[in-house]
């Protein structure tokens, strides 16, 4: 049995005078370099974006697990996510935490929020829940996040992706999670 050595390979590619070898290469070595560039591509934003949901969920997680937040305790939260979201920067990423009050009558408002990269809600603003998620006399931690991902390598043809990713939870402690400066 004769074994096939790279260098017999491409010396029988050389003398190949007919040049079909050449030729398919030529036309197939362009789809293949494309589709590997867009699997990488693929691959980072699906990284991305796995990244980001965990950081939204992180952040709520652990709100939810207090009695009571500061503005301080709030910053030291958000910026955890710069170490969650390694290696992708965080400046093209903002988050959002906040506490969603819902009343007697079925109405949720802000009670406090605070934010990364971005304005916080509103405190004292009605929010509107997902149906079914609001229950009477509750509070929410909720957390949303927003990532703009340009790809390394792909980028003229991808151009730039938004992902977006939003969690609730409710506190684990307590009925409430207090907010002071």
């Not at 050449?22 to 589709?35: N, S």
């Not at 934003?45 to 009695?67: C, E, F, N, P, Y």
């Not at 990532?147 to 003229?156: C, H, I, K, N, V």
Request: glycine residues 4%; positive net charge.
């Amino acid at each position: 049995m004769r074994r096939i050595s790279p260098i017999s390979t491409s010396s029988r590619l050389i003398r190949d005078i007919g040049g079909v070898s050449i030729v398919e290469f030529a036309l197939v070595a362009p789809v293949v370099l494309l589709l590997l560039f867009a699997e990488y591509a693929l691959c980072d934003a699906m990284s991305a974006k796995r990244k980001l949901t965990i950081a939204t969920h992180t952040i709520g997680d652990l709100v939810a697990r207090q009695t009571s937040v500061t503005s301080t305790s709030l910053a030291t939260y958000l910026s955890a996510a710069s170490q969650i979201a390694a290696p992708y920067s965080v400046s093209n990423m903002t988050i959002r935490i906040a506490e969603l009050s819902t009343d007697n009558t079925g109405k949720t408002w802000v009670s406090w929020s605070s934010a990364l990269n971005t304005t916080g809600l509103t405190t004292g603003v009605q929010f509107t829940l997902p149906a079914g998620l609001a229950q009477n006399n509750t509070s929410l931690i909720y957390s949303s996040s927003t990532y703009q991902f340009t790809p390394l390598l792909g980028a003229s043809l991808f151009g730039t992706m938004t992902f977006t990713s939003q969690f609730y939870t409710y506190p684990r402690i307590t009925n409430a999670v207090t907010y002071s400066n």
